[in-house]
C-alpha cells in the first residue's frame, strides 16, 4: 500500500486561505469516508483536526474544514494564524488488512 | 481524559529485540481497537498494526509480519508491541494510538526506538 500523496510545503501570510490536498486512490480514500487529518508541531504527538472527512472533534477551531472528490481528499485551514505552522497527515482507511494509509505529510509556514 | 503513555524504546543492535509497553487511562480500554503507529526521524507516519478490543484479530504492514507481535491486557489498560529481529529501518518514534470507528482519534507521545550497532 503506498503512501497518500500530499505537497510536500504550503505557505501563506496570516488572514489568508490554503488548501492541503491528498491524493489516494480507489482503494483507499476513494473506498471510504473514512480521512482523518493529523496537526503535528515539532516534537509532539499528532493531534486529530479532522475526521470522517469533514467532521470536526469538540475544541478544534472552525478555521479547520475538510472535503473529499474521488479519490482526492482536501483541508482547507482559513484566516491562517502563527500557530497553524505545523506538520499536516492525511490518513484514509484502506481495509481491514491493510488498516490505515497516511500521507507523505504537508510543511505549512505562515509567511 | 484520554492518556496513553508509551515505553520501552531504547537503543538495540541490529538483529535484536524490544518489547514496547503503552499504558492507557481515562477510557474503557476493553471497548476499542488500539494501533502502533511509526514515524522514522524526519519523515511521516507509518501505520504498524492494530489489534481488535479482545485480541482475536491482529494486523500489520507488511514490512513487519513476521518480525513484530501486537498484543494487549485488558486486565492491565495496556498495550505491547514485541519488536524481533529489528533493523536499522525500524528507527522512528512509536506511537500508540486508539482508534474510533475505523479512525485514530488519540495518540500518545511516542517513545523512540534506535536500531544501531
Known amino acids: 500500500q503506498s503512501a497518500l500523496t500530499q505537497p510536500a510545503s504550503v505557505s501563506g501570510s496570516p488572514g489568508q486561505s490554503i488548501t492541503i490536498s491528498c491524493t489516494g486512490t480507489?482503494?483507499?480514500?476513494?473506498?471510504?469516508?473514512?480521512v482523518s487529518w493529523y496537526q503535528q508541531h515539532p516534537g509532539k504527538a499528532p493531534k486529530l483536526m479532522i475526521y470522517e472527512v469533514s467532521k470536526r472533534p469538540s475544541g478544534v477551531s472552525n478555521r479547520f474544514s475538510g472535503s473529499k472528490s474521488g479519490n482526492t481528499a482536501s483541508l482547507t485551514i482559513s484566516g491562517l494564524q502563527a500557530e497553524d505552522e505545523a506538520d499536516y497527515y492525511c490518513?484514509?482507511?484502506?481495509?481491514?488488512?491493510?488498516?490505515?494509509?497516511f500521507g507523505t505529510g504537508t510543511k505549512v509556514t505562515v509567511l | 481524559e484520554v492518556q496513553l503513555v508509551e515505553s520501552g524504546g531504547g537503543l538495540v543492535q541490529p538483529g535484536g529485540s524490544l518489547r514496547l509497553s503503552c499504558a492507557a487511562s481515562g477510557f474503557t480500554f476493553s471497548s476499542y481497537w488500539m494501533s502502533w503507529v511509526r514515524q522514522a526521524p524526519g519523515k511521516g507516519l507509518e501505520w504498524v498494526a492494530n489489534i481488535k478490543q479482545d485480541g482475536s484479530e491482529k494486523y500489520y504492514v507488511d514490512s513487519v509480519k513476521g518480525r513484530f507481535t501486537i498484543s494487549r491486557d485488558n486486565a492491565k489498560n495496556s498495550l505491547y508491541l514485541q519488536m524481533n529481529s529489528l533493523r536499522a529501518e525500524d528507527t522512528a518514534v512509536y506511537y500508540c494510538?486508539?482508534?474510533?470507528?475505523?479512525?485514530?482519534?488519540?495518540w500518545g507521545q511516542g517513545t523512540l526506538v534506535t536500531v544501531s550497532s
Open positions: 480507489s482503494s483507499d480514500v476513494g473506498s471510504y469516508n473514512l
Open positions: 494510538a486508539r482508534e474510533l470507528e475505523l479512525e485514530i482519534d488519540y
Open positions: 490518513c484514509s482507511y484502506a481495509g481491514s488488512s491493510t488498516s490505515y494509509v
